[in-house]
């Protein structure tokens, strides 16, 4: 299993983001994420890191459909694409009901559909076929022309198990956000492996985004983590994915539900023996990369999330 690192900030330039790419670079960390920026593109922002001279292979999860069409998503990635020449994974997302509501003035009827009809496009499009699509919510007649680079990785954010099987008809990455490593494994990863086989192709593998903190003294790690994740931890599709899994974030106070946050190993924290003995559970689960997110203690100081992950990249093994 590999280790990649979650960039914890909302840029406002490049500087601020130089440092957490340096350190994936000059590391055992395998590639950076950024979740969808709407202080900064991520696209945008990947391609100045590389122009810096920071370049690393990226990941995009997930970027947020209602906000970019497909032609435009695809351009997007052909650019990050050629002008960084680093590999990349894009993934994408509905977004939350709420959030689509928003932007669209209604939420999509079908999420399922939104979804497999934009990574068909998007796919299309990257491979340089031409398209001609009339769908429920995404059509296209077009043609990108095909660039000598490597293609993306197209992820699907996947929470549930009828998002986790369109991901493994569709999709080259199932990209979880908190899932605990026994949903992955039990729910999650037969539904991903049922729908390939299915539509006769490989099983996409799994990307695990996962907020981490370290105890050390001065600095309550459980709080961090609650912090870091509430934003999430509050929204409808987040609760109902925990609530099948067993852990309860609706009732109780704040402490008792990072209490079982940690417990259910959705939240890593504690001493770096405890943080390993969570990486190897959701190897066992069948996590192929996964994004440590210190979004929590970068909260308190960038500087400290730097220092956290260089520590559990270097001193952690997920075997």
Known sequence: ??????????????????????????????????????????????????????GVPMGSGVALIPLRSPLEAAVQINSVMALSKQPMVAGFGPGAKSFQASVMQRPYSSPLTAMREYLGIVRELLTGRPVSRDGQYFSLHAQLPPLHTNIAELGLGVLRPRMAALAGEVADVAITWMCPPSYISTILQPALQAAAESA????????????????????????????????????PHYQDMLAR???????????????????????????????????????????????????GVASVSADAALEELATILTEVSPG
């Open 245 to 295: 899994a067993g852990i309860d974030v609706t009732t109780g106070t704040p402490s008792e539900s990072t209490g079982r946050l940690l417990a259910g190993e959705v939240f890593l924290g504690g001493s770096l023996d405890r943080i390993g003995e969570g990486l190897q559970s959701y190897k066992a689960a069948g996590v192929d990369e996964l994004v440590l997110n210190t979004t």
């Open 200 to 235: 006769g192709r490989p099983s996409p593998r799994i990307v695990s985004v996962v907020p981490v903190a370290r105890e050390v003294p001065g600095r309550e790690h459980a709080k961090l983590l609650w912090e870091g994740s509430q934003v999430h931890l509050g929204a």
């Open 1 to 54: 299993m590999k280790l990649s690192v979650l960039l914890p900030v909302m840029p406002l330039d490049v500087r601020a983001a130089m440092p957490f790419a340096a350190m994936v670079k000059h590391s055992p960390g395998h590639s950076l994420w950024q979740g969808q920026g709407l202080l900064l593109d991520s696209y945008q922002l990947f391609t100045a890191l590389s122009a810096a001279g920071v």
